[in-house]
């Protein structure tokens, strides 16, 4: 079974999604508070060539971090020799989009690169190119759409045709196209005239997105319990694809959540140890660096030898991985220790299987490959907080440690 659970509580929303049974994504968005995608004229108050980068006030809780190569101006490649205080200077007005939310103790993150999605298309200003989405395989489509793309494109400025975008009429990408060339002009007419910082643009919130980039291909239902929002989201689907309505379904003031036991699965996506079916687990210990990931065969003994129960477990493992850096919302580095194998077929399988599974995930990752130690290395983009940094903080007397002093140290 295949659901989308929307729950609305007071100025909260939020998202579960389930495929085949099973939670692989969760998100919390409270009302007035997300910045993500948002676009500002903000002012430079900090120019930091050390670091090359430099902080800008947009008007939120924490000046935002602009760092060198999104500072630069369109088409211009970065070269060593250039620096932050040779593009920037204390004082300026610069019109910038968050492209990552605060984390932790660090403000949002910036760009000067501004990019505006819609439901076929991402305007991409800063670039001339034409590019299709990476999960449009077809060459025929990718083909058409270049095509397309040339015929449309205005005053040299490039866009991303969306996964979405697979068989839709040309008629309808050019409209859609000429809808963001006009909100990009209002955009451009902002940088002389508002006051610094400003909010000039603001991304529509989670709810729609989920409704704009998830649920229209969605092989499933969604749910939700809130009549005010229900009567909302059937008003976009007439627009974007009205055949959707019929699998919207209204549950008001009901406990959704709990219905479908997202609870109990949110706990237990927030432990370290995950059980596989087969008797193995995963240990997954998050850090500020980078996220480790051990994989163990447990209680699983296999049934033929060792070589093939440390692939049947590593198999069943890697699909237990992919989904849980979904649902935490794993972002950054990521080190992974499969339980070794000494056929390299083996290992092969193993990463055909990992690319394979990660092509399910909606934000981009990267397997870098296998090192000499048989540690597989690969990055999943950072864009929101991961789940467990909404359930947990630091402990203030061990400062996060995490661990019991046994002994007392002898001074």
Avoid at 312 to 325: G, H, I
């Amino acid at each position: 079974m295949n659901l989308i659970l929307i729950d609305i509580k007071k100025d909260k929303n939020s998202i579960a999604i389930i495929e085949e049974d099973r939670l692989v994504e969760f998100y919390i968005e409270e009302e007035n508070e997300k910045i993500l995608g948002n676009i500002y004229r903000g002012k430079v108050v900090n120019v930091l060539p050390g670091m090359e980068a430099a902080f800008v006030d947009i008007g939120e809780k924490k000046n935002a971090y602009l760092y060198i190569k999104d500072a630069l101006p369109k088409l211009v490649d970065y070269k060593e020799d250039v620096s932050i205080k040779d593009i920037v200077k204390v004082g300026d007005d610069l019109i910038v989009q968050v492209i990552k939310e605060a984390i932790g103790t660090k403000g949002p993150k910036i760009t000067t690169h501004i990019t505006i999605p819609s439901r076929y298309i991402v305007l991409t200003p800063y670039s001339n190119k034409i590019s299709i989405s990476r999960k449009i395989e077809d060459e025929n489509e990718i083909k058409r759409l270049l095509n397309i793309g040339g015929n449309i494109k205005k005053d040299d400025i490039g866009m991303i045709f969306r996964t979405a975008s697979q068989g839709v009429e040309s008629i309808k990408l050019e409209e859609e196209l000429k809808f963001l060339l006009d909100l990009y002009s209002k955009i451009e007419r902002e940088k002389n005239f508002s006051p610094s910082p400003k909010l000039i643009y603001k991304e529509i919130d989670i709810l729609n997105r989920i409704i704009r980039d998830i649920f229209i291909n969605f092989k499933g239902k969604l749910i939700i319990n809130n009549k005010e929002k229900y009567k909302d989201i059937l008003n976009l689907v007439q627009y974007i694809n009205p055949e959707s309505h019929k699998n919207i379904e209204l549950k008001d003031g009901k406990d959704i959540f709990k219905s479908h036991n997202i609870y109990d699965e949110i706990e237990k996506a927030l432990n370290r140890k995950v059980p596989l079916k087969s008797g193995g687990y995963l240990i997954i210990d998050e850090t500020e660096a980078l996220t480790a990931v051990d994989i163990n065969t447990g209680k699983y003994i296999g049934s033929l030898d060792l070589e093939s129960t440390a692939l049947e477990t590593n198999l069943e493992a890697v699909e237990e991985l992919t989904r849980q850096l979904r649902l935490r919302n794993i972002g950054g580095i990521i080190i992974i220790d499969f339980i070794a194998m000494n056929n390299q077929d083996d290992e092969e399988l193993i990463m055909e299987k990992l690319e394979e599974e990660l092509k399910k995930d909606r934000t981009k990752t990267s397997v870098v490959g296998m090192t000499k130690l048989g540690l597989v290395e690969m990055t999943r983009k950072k864009v929101r907080n991961r789940l467990s940094w909404g359930y947990f903080k630091t402990c203030p007397h061990c400062n996060g440690s995490g661990k019991i002093l046994l002994n007392n140290i002898d001074k």
